[in-house]
Every structure is written in C-alpha cells, then in structure tokens.
C-alpha cells in the first residue's frame, strides 16, 4: 500500500479550508499557470505534459478556436487568423505599433474611451482583449481539471512599465475569461518573490528577463516587503527570436555558398526554416553542435551543422546590445553593479550560456538560475496568489508595488501640480485642495496627468471631467479637494468634492490606449533632464497667471469704482496696466513680476479708497452698535 503524504505543520492548510487560487504568467510568446501546493509552488501541465502554452490563438476555418502548440504550427499556413503576440497590441491603438510589420488586418474603431486596435479575423473583430482572455480561458481549464475544482481567483502578472491602460486591457481579458483578478502583479516582482527575495534580507536587486521577442531589466529596491521599482529599460524588439533569425540567415548563407542562384524563400519555407532555427539554438545550450535538416518545397534539401564556437560568434551583438539598457537603468537608479547584491534571470532566452556568462561578467557576480528561467514568474505569481486567497497567516507580508510615473492635475497656466510622485508604493490614496480662479465659478474642470514634467504639454493627459455646481463665490474662497486613488493593480481613480456643499464627481481612468516603454523612458529621462527649463517655465507660468488675475481685479474695480479716481489717476492705472501686458506678451517672467509690483503699487490707494467707500456704504443708515466688526 503506498504511503500517504501529511504536510509539515503551517504548510497546508485543512483541506476544506485551501481555496484555490492560481498564478498566471500571461507572455508575449509564452504563457503559464502555477499553483502552490502542499507549500510549494509548482507550474500546472496540460494533458501531454507540457509547463508551457504558447501565446498563439487560431480562429480556424470550422468556428473553432485554437489555443497554444496548434495553433502555433498553423501559423505559416494561416497567418491573418493565427494571433500571435497579441500582449504588444493590449491596451494600445493604431498609432502605437509599426502596422507593417505585422500580418494582420487592423482596424481601428472608436468608442467612449477613445481608440482602440482590433484584428479582422474570419470569426469576426477581435480584440486584443478577446485573443488574451482566449489564453487565459485555456489555462484557467488547465488549472481547474488538474486541481479538480473551480479557482477562486488568479495573480496576473504584467511588465512593470505597463501602464494603466495596459493593465485595464489585462484585468479585462481576466473577466472575458471568468478569472477573477487578486491582483495584477510586476512581472520583475513576480521573478523576486519566487526566489523568496521578499524573505531575503533587505538590498537591490536586478531582474533580467530576455524572453521570445522582448527585452526587460528591473532593478527592484526591498525593504520590508516593499518592492520599490527603482528603474525600468529594456528593448521591446531583442528576444529569442533574434537568435532564431541569426540562424536562419546563416544557414541560408551556407545554401547560397553551394548554389550559385539566390532563391528566395515562400512564406511556408521560411517559417519552417525559423522553427528549425529556434530548434537548433535550444538544442545548442546543452550541446556542442546542432544540425538542421529541412526539405523546402522545391524538393531542395538544407542540411547544415552550427556548432555552439559559430552561433556564439553569429549572436554576440545581440547579447552586447542587452547590456546598453542595463547601464541606462543603472544610471537612471544612481547605482554602479557594486550597490546590486544579486541579479535574477528570467525568460527562456536566458537559458543561453552566452547571455549568462556575459550577465555574470557584467555584474561580476553568478546570476540566480536554479529556477527555471521560463517559469519563474509563474511560480512567484502563484505564491502571491496562494497569499492572497488568504491560504496562509494573517501576519504573512502582503508585496506592494509602486508607480512608476507620477500623477497630477491641470493648474492654471497650462502647469502639472503633482498629486502622487513616482514610485510611490501602492495602494496609495493622497488629496489636495485647490480653488476657483475667478468670482463666480461654478464649475471647474479636472484635467488628469501623467508625467514627470511641469507644464501640461509636456506630459501625457489620461482623463478630464467636471465638477458643476459650485456654489458661486469669489474666487480663491471655494475649496476643492480633489482625491487621487490608485489601487492595488495600479488603476486611478480621481474624485473632486466641493467642501462646503459636498457637491461632489469622479471618475476612473481607463484611458484608451497606452504609452509605449521608451515614450515612459523618454518622459522619465526628458523629465531629470529637463529640470531646469521645467523651472523657469512654472515661473513664467505662475507669473502669468498673477498678472492677468490681478488686471481682471483691477478692471472689475474700474467698472465699479471709477467715480473714486480723478482722470489722471485713471490714467495712471491705465499706462501700468498696458505695461504690465505687454510685459506678459513678451514673456520674461522677471520682467512680469516687476510690473505687476508696480500696478499693485499704483493701485494701492485706490484700493484704500474702496475700501472706505464699501465700510461706508455697510454703516450707512445703521446705528453703531448694529454694525458687527
Ligand atoms: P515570453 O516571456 O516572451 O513569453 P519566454 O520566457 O517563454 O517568453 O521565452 C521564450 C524564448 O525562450 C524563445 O525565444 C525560446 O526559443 C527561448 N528558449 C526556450 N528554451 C530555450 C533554451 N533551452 N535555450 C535557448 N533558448 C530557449
Ligand atoms: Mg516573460
């Protein structure tokens, strides 16, 4: 009789207690699902065995949908209905991504929240969303046949420059497939957590991810179970695949040394010719050499042997290429590799001894690899999961993440007041009061930013509402508290409430498409770049701003008041006034102060005047002891 199994005490909880609870990897080339069990985290395989399925979904000719190896293989005969890499497209629009490189039929079409990409398929449009929760539906089935029950929900992991749109298309796909979301995890921190770095003692560290067609490197900063992204980079078109094209284009080479006419290859051909290079480059990272072996459709045989000295040589600009990223995130963090005490790989691509051996001279330290590159996150994302569902103790250390951009609003003069500064830890709720700009205002309107920079052009708008029905004051009295909320998963929410009359609006952002990594580089790096010029043009702003309110004051005053002034005097106010505008045309922001102090000046005793005028006009025709000072 074979023995059964009991669990170490605090490891497992009583069966009718553990809920079941997943985590995902959901990859550009390749997705997973892992679950933790009896305290460990393990991936789920499908019926033949298999850790992965790949990221591919077929609409096929018979109303069927196809999802993962078969769907792969059918890719070179069926291109316009065989998605893959559908991840690139989620939460972007047309403008986002270069259209000709890719096979599909994209439209575009428009809806409340904006733009948003779709791929004309013989089932239909399909949108990104639509292809993800296809994958997410089949492992979702995975995890429930070989669990043997239904999922009470599912860590999902996503890039750490992912933004919120990105997420929204993420969390989305989870829905359409009837997954619910625990959280939405940093695909870097997912890494983190399986090598139990959140246990480990407090550092930074470096999280290198080369997977099929994507380039990412986190440095993650820990301290009490708060991951802090410190830096992000990477190259959103260095993979895997790269090797695979090196090879191919190398052992065409061959066949054209051998043949004195060029060929070119079909699609067919070249598909085929691109597997058996991705074949032979697996095959050489626990080898010394590969053959390829293909029979192309016009009856030719390929038949050549790489061994691993040449596909070294043919890869090393790729490997190097990885390293100028790396530098930037480092130089970006303030960190040289002596502040970094360990680097975890991640991604099949790392499988490579090339890529590992030029990471440990990069770093000057072993990279971590005794977990599977290609699993990692998965198995990280389960933990969380595990947690989440509430399998564990209450004093477990639940991980936050942080923003990576910061998030502000639209003040006067076209500036960004910032709201919450980057890498804040999530969830994270912070307000702020603001006030009318002019007598009367009963509605204002909020326009939400994102972006390191001081004036609204430069950084990117996410949303914009109004709130209506102030109570009308004079400006500057009203108070406005506006309230930013961003949750666990990184998604904001903005409210506006009027603090005496509690009129109150908010609302979610789900901007329509997202931005690109290197445009959050670019505004990262533009944003430390361009401090000082931010500066002076927030003063020019502010200047500006004080300037033409009080001009308005003043012409409001004249309009009312201008019986308390002699011609001259008018006249006076008059000359100061033009200088001071065409002051603010000219736009030197000292010069702008400088007058404005002069029309103060010059209107002071006529400020004096009304002022005795209005106590005059309030006492009149009441006793003393009525009036209330
Ligand atoms: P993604 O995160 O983009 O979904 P993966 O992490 O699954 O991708 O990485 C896929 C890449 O890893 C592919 O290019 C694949 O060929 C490569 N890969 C997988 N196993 C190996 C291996 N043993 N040696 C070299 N490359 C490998
Ligand atoms: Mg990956």
Redesign the pocket.
């Given at each position: 009789m074979a023995l059964l199994q009991i669990s170490e005490p605090g490891q497992s909880a009583a069966p009718h207690q553990h809920k079941l609870a997943v985590g995902i990897d959901l990859?550009?080339?390749?997705s997973l699902v892992a679950t933790v069990r009896s305290g460990l985290s393990s991936i789920l395989v499908d019926e033949d065995g298999h850790n992965?399925l790949p990221?591919v979904v077929r609409y096929m000719p018979d109303g069927g949908i196809e999802v993962g190896y078969s769907a792969q293989a059918a890719q070179s005969q069926d291109p316009t209905n065989t998605v893959v890499s559908a991840k690139r497209f989620m939460g972007r629009g047309l403008k986002d991504i270069d259209v000709s490189q890719q096979p599909y039929h994209f439209i575009e079409t428009k809806s409340a929240s904006g733009e948003m990409l779709q791929i004309e398929t013989r089932a239909g449009i399909k949108s990104p969303v639509e292809i993800s929760a296809e994958i997410l539906k089949t492992l979702k089935a995975r995890a429930e046949k070989s669990l043997g029950g239904e999922l009470v929900g599912a860590v999902i992991t996503v890039p750490a420059y992912f933004d919120d749109a990105q997420r929204q298309a993420t969390k989305d796909a989870a829905r359409l497939a009837g997954l619910n979301v625990l959280r939405l995890l940093n695909e870097p921190t997912a890494a983190a957590v399986a090598y139990g770095l959140d246990n480990a003692s407090e550092g930074i560290y470096v999280i290198y991810d080369l997977?099929?067609?994507?380039f990412d490197i986190s440095i993650l900063k820990l301290a009490k179970g708060v991951f802090e992204v410190l830096a992000t980079n990477g190259d959103s078109a260095l993979?895997?695949?790269d090797f695979?094209r090196r090879i191919f284009c190398w052992a065409l080479d061959q066949r054209l040394a051998e043949q004195s006419k060029c060929t070119p290859l079909n699609a067919q051909d070249t598909r085929l010719l691109l597997t058996k290079a991705?074949e032979a480059?697996?095959w050489l990272?626990d080898h010394a050499s590969a053959q390829i072996t293909s029979v192309l459709s016009t009856g030719e045989l390929l038949n050549v042997t790489l061994s691993t000295k040449q596909f070294n040589e043919l890869t090393q600009t790729l490997v190097t290429k990885t390293l100028a990223p790396t530098k930037k995130a480092l130089r970006d963090a303030g960190l040289t590799i002596e502040d970094i005490k360990g680097v975890v790989m991640v991604?099949?691509?790392t499988?490579?001894p090339q890529i590992r051996l030029s990471v440990a001279d990069f770093f000057k330290q072993t990279p971590l690899t005794n977990l599977d590159?290609?699993k990692v996150v998965a198995l990280g994302a389960a933990i969380q999961a595990n947690t989440l569902a509430g399998n564990k103790g209450d004093n477990e250390l639940l991980l936050l993440d942080v923003i990576p951009l910061s998030l502000g609003l639209e003040t006067m003069g076209g500036l960004v007041e910032k709201i919450i500064p980057r890498n804040s830890t999530l969830p994270i709720t912070r307000a702020q009061e603001f006030t009318t700009f002019k007598d009367g205002q009963t509605a204002m309107s909020i326009h939400v930013l994102q972006g390191e920079r001081e004036l609204v052009t430069d950084c990117r708008s996410l949303a914009r509402f109004e709130l209506r029905g102030i109570p009308p004051m004079v400006a500057g009295s009203a108070r406005i508290r506006v309230t930013f909320t961003v949750d666990a998963d990184g998604l904001l929410s903005v409210s506006a409430r009027e603090v005496a009359s509690n009129v109150e609006a908010n609302i979610v952002v789900k901007p329509s498409y997202g931005l690109s990594e290197e445009q959050i580089l670019n505004m990262l790096q533009s944003g430390f770049g361009a401090a000082e010029s931010d500066k002076q043009a927030r003063a020019l702003a502010e200047a500006k701003v004080d300037a033409e309110s009080l001009l308005a004051a003043i012409e409001i005053a004249l309009e009312k008041d201008s019986d308390l002034l002699n011609a001259q005097e008018i006249q006076a106010i008059r000359g100061k006034m033009d200088a001071l505008r065409a002051n603010i045309h000219a736009g030197a922001s000292h010069a702008i102060h400088e007058a404005t102090e002069a029309l103060n000046l010059a209107t002071e005793e006529f400020a004096a005047r009304r002022m005795d005028a209005s106590v005059s006009h309030a006492l009149a025709g009441k006793n003393l002891d009525e009036v209330n000072f």
């Open positions: 990859g550009t080339t390749n992965l990221s997977g099929g067609g994507t993979g895997g695949d695979d991705r480059k697996e990272t991604g099949g691509a499988r490579m590159p290609d």
